[in-house]
């Protein structure tokens, strides 16, 4: 892994006996900063994580501090003002929490900068820059031979995502209760409180919050339906020099880039779990346009699973009564789970909070659900294409149920049941990771059916 930092080791716990006021699912920035809102008060909280602290979807970011995210103001229409808002407010509070606690992140004020390669979204990168005038951002003109057209703005930051992590968490470690490798296989509404089923026992709460990358319900909210999973392949390498800015493009084959003292960050690549689903091809893809790019290797590489909702807004708020969600960032997870933290800390102690209504998760529209039936029918495309061409995995059909067996290079056969047990998709070969993955909602399994990532909450079947 690229980005690393030695956490504060955690002692086990027991579960508790009485009744917790909050219990937070997950330990990434949206966990870790709602938590810290939250541990001035009286309240008795714990927060926990299926594995360790600060390494799930947050250790994978490229780390971006920005409010310019590509088009997306012209995208929003009339909530574009207060997104934009949003996301000012979001930085200011990271800036403050650092500044204040100390946090040692390596953070660096860069120059944020939206670009086009393409004669046609020229129009695209005026009509932002008309938008954030309006706003009195401020942005400026770029102008380079390599790009047809590109603004920037001045204002905005990168740092060390784990460190920014690490330094939280040693402030939480008075007031918090910390339960890493304890999965929640369930949660259950009983009287006045919550039943958090785990791994390591069974939790009262009366508050829970879901700050996890994919929440494993479907009622209430219908979430599923409302938003879909993108992927992307970053890439890294030592390049001896340091640029102070950050880049990303509007257009549709993805181009990011950002510095982190000697080493450059390339995302790119980006698609829908849907529309592509040979992720092999996808990794090298990804690898050979670093190499063309910038005439360098990757030393480090990844992918990234983002959350998108079909009206591009996060769901930030709650679900349900004392049942609150924080996810859907649309890869702008450093800026958006900052203000996450701010938003449910502020909704469960019955403060006012400015953008609840417009990220609530209950909102509904046409837009959030017609999507959906789009995504699923690329799915039916593509996998029924994947299943024709691949000679290794082989699959089988037994009793209407299809399974898969692979032999890897070692020669060891590896059978499962291509059935994700999140909500019953056929799952897809990776072939760079050696991973089962489920190109609709974004769980991962080892060769032998064993989760490696959520929402589905248990193993593969392996027997025939």
């Known amino acids: 892994m690229f980005w690393s930092v030695n956490f504060p080791s955690i002692p086990v716990l027991k579960p508790v006996d009485n009744i917790l006021d909050v219990g937070i699912i997950g330990g990434g920035i949206t966990g870790l900063s709602t938590a810290y809102y939250l541990e001035d008060t009286n309240l008795k909280l714990a927060l926990f994580d299926k ?64 670009f086009t390669l393409d004669d046609g979204n020229v129009s695209k990168i005026k009509r932002e820059k008309e938008l954030l005038d309006s706003f009195s951002a401020h942005p400026f003109d770029v102008f380079d031979a390599s790009i047809k057209a590109g603004i920037g703005v001045s204002d905005t930051y990168i740092f060390h995502p784990l460190k920014y ?29 919550y039943l958090l089923q785990t791994t390591l026992g069974d939790f009262k709460v009366r508050n829970v919050v879901i700050a996890c990358h994919y929440p494993f319900f479907l009622y209430p ?69 670093f190499k063309k790019y910038f005439h360098s290797s990757p030393e480090y590489t990844w992918m990234n699973q983002d959350i998108v909702s079909h009206d591009l807004l996060p769901f930030i708020g709650e679900v349900s009564p004392h049942l609150f969600l924080g996810t859907a960032y649309r890869g702008w997870g450093i800026t958006n789970g900052t203000l996450a933290g701010k938003i449910l800390s502020d909704l469960i102690l019955h403060k006012r909070s400015e953008f609840s209504s417009l990220f609530s998760p209950c909102r509904m529209s046409v837009s959030l659900f017609a999507n959906s039936f789009l995504g699923t029918f690329h799915y039916m495309k593509v996998y029924a294409e994947a299943l024709w061409k691949k000679n290794n995995p082989t699959y089988i059909r037994i009793n209407g ?37 489920c190109p609709c909602h974004g769980s991962r399994f080892d060769l032998d059916g064993k989760l490696i990532e959520g929402p589905a909450k248990e193993d593969l079947k392996t027997s025939i």
């Not at 890897?408 to 993955?437: A, G, Q, Y």
């Open 51 to 114: 594995g360790s602290i600060g390494q799930g979807v947050t250790s994978k970011t490229t780390a971006k501090i920005t409010y310019l995210q590509g088009d997306i103001y012209q995208k929003l229409g009339s909530r574009a003002k207060e997104y934009y808002l949003s996301q000012k407010q979001a930085i200011s509070e990271l800036l403050r929490i650092i500044e204040k606690e100390h946090i040692s992140c390596d953070l660096e004020q860069v120059s944020s900068i939206i």
């Open 165 to 193: 992590l690490s330094g939280l968490s040693r402030l939480l470690f008075s007031n918090v209760m910390f339960y890493e490798n304890t999965l929640v296989q369930n949660i259950k509404r009983e009287n006045d409180y």
């Open 221 to 289: 909210n219908f979430f599923p339906l409302k938003t879909y999973i993108q992927r992307e392949y970053v890439n890294v390498a030592n390049v001896k020099k340091h640029e102070a800015y950050s880049a990303i493009n509007i257009d549709s084959c993805l181009h990011s880039i950002r510095y982190y003292k000697d080493y450059l960050i390339y995302g790119s690549n980006r698609h829908k779990l849907t529309s592509k689903i040979d992720y092999g091809k996808s990794y090298e893809k990804s690898r050979d346009d």
């Open 401 to 437: 149920v299809i399974y898969a067996i692979y032999k890897d290079k070692e020669h060891n056969i590896h059978k499962i049941r291509l059935l994700c047990p999140h909500m019953k998709c056929n799952l897809v070969f990776n072939s760079f990771d050696e991973t089962w993955d």
